[in-house]
């Protein structure tokens, strides 16, 4: 599983790190992921890094979020800087597309306004 840290709460235009290490995966994992679902919403992506690293982010992230990975650990992590109300939810890694047996605890993030 995929287990994600570094959330908390944080006042607007704030900044986060989410980190996320993988356990029990031996294989190397080509594209891994954020996603994150806010109550009573669905699950969305909000970034996904290749092992290139070729990178893509959600419209509504761009030029805030940076997505970065380390090959080697099977970890990643977002670097989330100018946060807004509406970044609030739990925050899970997987990989993309997602896959339901690699998903592990997200983290919550809350942005305060």
């Known amino acids: 599983e995929l287990q994600a840290s570094g959330g908390g709460l944080v006042q607007a235009g704030g900044s986060l790190t989410l980190s996320c290490a993988a356990s029990?995966?031996?294989?190397?994992?080509?594209?891994m992921a954020w996603y994150r679902q806010a109550p009573g919403k669905q699950r969305e992506l909000v970034a996904r890094?290749?092992?290139?690293?070729?990178?893509y982010y959600a419209d509504s992230v761009k030029g805030r979020f940076t997505i970065s990975r380390d090959n080697a650990l099977n970890t990643v992590t977002l670097q989330m800087n100018n946060l807004k109300p509406e970044d609030t939810a739990v925050y899970y890694c997987?990989?993309?597309?997602?896959?339901?047996?690699?998903r592990g605890r997200g983290t919550l993030v809350t942005v305060s306004s």
């Open positions: 890094i290749t092992s290139g690293p070729m990178t």
């Open positions: 029990g995966i031996s294989f190397r994992i080509n594209i």
């Open positions: 997987n990989i993309w597309p997602w896959r339901e047996e690699f």
